[in-house]
C-alpha cells in the first residue's frame, strides 16, 4: 500500500506530523478523523533516491497464529459491547502492533464501506483468513450471533496453536542431536580420521576390517566432499520441489501420518481438529456438505481432505454421517461409534466435540512422552558410533602398542 505524509492538529490544536499506509488520501484523512485528528495536509511520501531495499523490504512481517488470536478476542469484545463495525475496525487498524495486519484491516474497512459485508472483505485476504475463518464469520454474519462466533475462532485458534507448540517443543531436543551427531560425523570423516590413517600407514601393518572400512569411508568423504554437497543440495531442492507438487504433497501428507512415533500423534491431532472444527460449523448452522467441504481444506492435509471430501458423494445420495465416513477407512472405532449415537440422538455436535477434546487430551499426553521416547534411541545411536570408532581408531593403535612393546 502506498505511503502518505500527513499533517494535522489534535483536539488542543498541537501540530502533529506522521505517515500512515493507505490506499488513498481520503482514506488517511478517514483514519484521523477516526483518532480525532483534523487533516490539514497529506501528501505521497517521496522515497529518497538511492536508499535501496529497507529492513520490511529484506524481512516483511507474517501475521502469526498469535495476531490472528488477538485480533479475534478483540473482535468479540468489540461487537459483544455493541461497538459498529467499522468504528471497531478503524481502532483495531490503529492499535494493532503488526503492520501488514494492520494494513489488511484498513482494507477490509475500505472494502466495508464500499458496500460489501464482512465476510466478502475478509476473504480478499486469504493468505491471512482461512476459508474456514472466513465461513464462520459469514456464518455469524447470517445468525447474528458475530461476537459468539469470533469467541469460538479465538478459542480454536489458541488450542490449534498450542498443540503445534507443543509438538515443536517436543522434537527440538532430538533435531537437535540429531544435528550434533551429523556435524560430528562430517568432521571426524574430513579431518580425525585422516589424521589417524596417515598414522596407520606409516606403520604398514594390517587392519582390522572395521578400521579399513573407516578410511575407506573416509577417503571417499575427502576426495568427493564437493560432490557429495551438490548431491545433497539437489536431493533437498528435489525433494521441496516434489512436496510443492499436487502429487507430492498428497503424497508426503499420508506418508506424514505413518512416521514412526510421532505419526501417531499426527493422526490423532488432525481428527481431534477435524472432530472440533466439524462440531463450531454444525453448531453454528452450516449445512453438512458446506461444512465438510470447509472443514476439510482447514485440516492442512491433502489425504486427509481427499477422504473427507469424498464423504460428500454419500450423503447427496442420501447415505448417513456414518456410513460414509466408515467408507473413508479414515476413523477409528470410537469416532465411528460416536457418529453414530450422535445421528441416532441429534447431538452429534455435542458427541464430536468431546471426541475431540479426548484425543488432544491424548495427544498433549503423547507429546510429553515423545522427547522420552527418542531419547532412548538417539542413546543407541551414539552408543553404536563410539563403538564404532572404538573398533576402528583404538583397536589398531592397542595393536601397534603391542607390537611397539615387544620389538
Do not use: C
Not at 580425525?192 to 573416509?218: C, H, K, N, W, Y
Request: charged share 20%.
Amino acid at each position: 500500500m502506498p505511503l502518505f505524509r500527513y499533517k494535522a492538529r489534535d483536539r488542543h490544536g498541537d501540530a502533529i506530523n506522521g505517515t500512515l499506509e493507505a490506499a488513498s488520501s481520503d482514506a488517511v484523512a478517514a483514519q484521523l478523523l477516526e483518532g480525532g485528528m483534523t487533516p490539514v495536509d497529506i501528501s505521497p511520501a517521496e522515497e529518497k533516491a538511492g536508499d535501496g531495499l529497507s529492513l520490511r523490504d529484506l524481512f516483511p512481517s507474517k501475521v502469526t497464529d498469535t495476531d490472528l488470536i488477538q485480533f479475534s478476542r478483540q473482535m468479540h469484545s468489540l461487537t459483544k459491547a455493541g461497538v459498529p463495525m467499522l468504528s471497531a475496525l478503524h481502532g483495531l487498524a490503529r492499535s494493532t502492533r503488526n503492520p501488514l495486519l494492520a494494513s489488511t484491516i484498513a482494507e477490509v474497512v475500505q472494502s466495508l464501506e464500499a458496500g460489501r459485508d464482512l465476510a466478502t472483505s475478509l476473504g480478499e485476504h486469504r493468505d491471512i483468513f482461512s476459508l474456514f475463518y472466513v465461513s464462520m464469520v459469514r456464518i455469524g454474519e447470517t445468525t447474528g450471533q458475530l461476537d459468539d462466533i469470533f469467541m469460538q475462532l479465538g478459542n480454536y485458534l489458541e488450542k490449534d496453536k498450542r498443540t503445534r507448540d507443543q509438538i515443536k517443543s517436543a522434537l527440538r531436543y532430538p533435531a537437535f542431536v540429531i544435528m550434533a551427531i551429523v556435524v560430528a560425523i562430517a568432521i571426524l570423516n574430513l579431518f580425525v580420521i585422516p589424521t589417524f590413517a596417515r598414522v596407520f600407514d606409516s606403520f604398514g601393518a594390517e587392519l582390522p576390517l572395521a578400521t579399513q572400512v573407516l578410511m575407506a569411508t573416509s577417503r571417499f568423504t575427502v576426495t568427493h566432499w564437493p560432490e557429495l554437497l551438490v548431491l545433497l543440495l539437489a536431493l533437498l531442492l528435489g525433494a521441496r520441489q516434489y512436496v510443492g507438487t499436487e502429487k507430492g504433497r498428497y503424497n508426503w501428507h499420508k506418508w506424514k501420518l505413518k512416521l514412526p512415533l510421532a505419526g501417531d500423534i499426527i493422526y490423532r491431532a488432525t481428527l481431534a481438529r477435524f472432530m472440533r472444527l466439524f462440531a463450531m460449523s454444525t453448531r453454528a448452522g452450516v449445512p453438512l456438505i458446506t461444512a465438510l467441504t470447509v472443514v476439510a481444506r482447514a485440516l492442512d492435509n491433502d489425504y486427509v481432505e481427499q477422504r473427507i471430501l469424498s464423504m460428500q458423494t454419500g450423503i447427496e445420495r442420501g447415505e448417513s454421517i456414518t456410513q460414509t465416513a466408515a467408507a473413508t477407512g479414515l476413523f477409528d472405532a470410537l469416532v465411528m461409534q460416536m457418529m453414530a449415537v450422535g445421528e441416532e440422538t441429534g447431538s452429534i455436535d455435542t458427541l464430536l466435540a468431546e471426541v475431540g477434546e479426548f484425543y488432544e487430551a491424548e495427544v498433549a499426553y503423547d507429546i510429553e512422552r515423545l522427547s522420552a521416547r527418542i531419547e532412548p534411541i538417539l542413546t543407541v545411536v551414539i552408543a553404536v558410533i563410539v563403538l564404532v570408532l572404538a573398533l576402528g581408531v583404538f583397536l589398531p593403535m592397542w595393536s601397534l602398542a603391542d607390537v611397539a612393546i615387544k620389538n
